[in-house]
């Protein structure tokens, strides 16, 4: 079906540069090729020899070749951010991005790689198929709840680090924004009365970290279009059968076994983490209302939040944050899938844990802390260059002391693998623009 032309300036650059330049990413040589003989070294006859060593032992793969920092950014299109089930070819751009970013602000060689199929399974068989060439997967654009079996099922049985980043990548930036917030308003994350509006992938993974953070699940709210879930909720037997996740949700939570709406659940409630869907009246002011005071609100759908945050604010939440650049408090993934995997990849680690992710968090929420908390920066921005460095290290560090590297290394030796990592990948993209290779894009 034909589309109308965009009207705003960011769509018509999109679509005009997207054209000039044939996609975002690309691949390029690591090695020098300065005569005849260096095709016999890096090909054949001399790349026998080192095919030999892998053979004899698999794992030397992460180290003779690329694989250590090779990560496949996997989606079947079925549920892309604001734009729903567009399929393979249409989430491709969407990848590329993810691809984009993942080399300029983590180092990590991504490759956008959506697949047409829709089978639970089929997806997992392939992703499992890609672990000989990989470092790691990062799921991303998955319908829910197919996404929760997919990533557990891969997660358990692959030996390279998997990771969804609509929920783990979501979650672990959310706790970043709330460590802070907790602190500016005086609480701790065991004491806080949480609520979670929404049970996609997003909060259900946000609930399943924040419990493993220290949040107190008896004191933890989820609301969906039905209401709070609860044992006794009438479709509780549906969801054992059809989404055990939400299931264990219902049954872990809510200890006081409240019912109701949204405006129910926010009776008494610290904080709010509203995943839920693009609003702008998803939320009603007189809801945030029966919030406690002080209470922290996230309104994290794009592109746009389910309430604005003028409207919170007014209604009487102290600190909002949203998905989006243009308000204060940006939660945004991009500030940490690309450092968890920079420490992941340079260990050679064969998962994610949850540790990790929390460690992640306090990170970002330390560097926020340094910079100085206020209500309008909970969290670091995008172009705080020196937080993923220290973030990578982390989560290096953090697989090391979990048992789950391959290779081991001080935090020190981490930290600066990063710095060299991502600084390489800056001045190439720096390298590239001043010879031309790399053209400005068109007026």
Known sequence: MPQAAPKDEVSKKAIAYSKFYGGKVGTAPKVPVRSLEDFSIWYTPG???????IEADPELSFEYTGRWNTVAVVSDGSRVLGLGNIGPEGSLPVMEGKA????????????????????????ISFVKALEPSLGGVNLEDIESPKCFEVLDR????????VWHDDQQGTAGVSLAGLYSALELTERTIEDAHIVLFGSGAANVATARLLFKAGANPKEMLVVDRKGILHPEREDI???????????????????????????????????????????PNMIKKDEIAQMNKRSIVF????????????????????????????????????????AIF????????????????????KELARHAKDK???????????????VYPQVAATVGDLAVREGVARKKATRDELLQTAMDMISHSRKTMDALRKSGVIPEPPE
Not at 154 to 161: C, D, F, G, S, Y
Not at 342 to 361: E, F, N, S, Y
Request: proline share 6%.
């Open 47 to 53: 790349v026998a020899a080192v095919s030999r060593l």
């Open 100 to 123: 984009l970013i993942y080399n300029y602000l983590g180092g990590v060689n991504a490759i956008p790689l959506p697949v047409r199929t829709r089978d639970e399974e089929h997806l």
């Open 154 to 161: 891969l997660r358990a049985e692959m030996n390279i680090p």
């Open 237 to 279: 037997d549906q969801l054992m059968l059809k989404n055990k996740w939400k299931y264990e949700l219902a049954i872990k939570t809510n200890g006081d076994r409240r019912k109701g709406v949204l405006k129910d659940a926010l009776k008494g409630a610290d904080v709010l983490i509203a995943a839920a869907g693009v609003g």
């Open 299 to 338: 309104l994290l759908a794009n592109p746009v939040p389910e309430m604005l945050p003028p409207d919170a604010i007014a209604a009487g939440a102290e600190i909002v944050a949203t998905g989006r650049s243009d308000y204060p408090n940006q939660v945004n993934n991009s500030l940490l899938f690309p």
């Open 342 to 361: 920079r420490g992941a990849l340079d260990v050679r680690a064969k998962t994610i844990t949850d540790t990790m992710v929390i460690g992640a968090a």
């Open 372 to 386: 100085g908390l206020t209500k309008d920066h909970i969290i670091p921005t995008m172009v705080e260059w020196e």
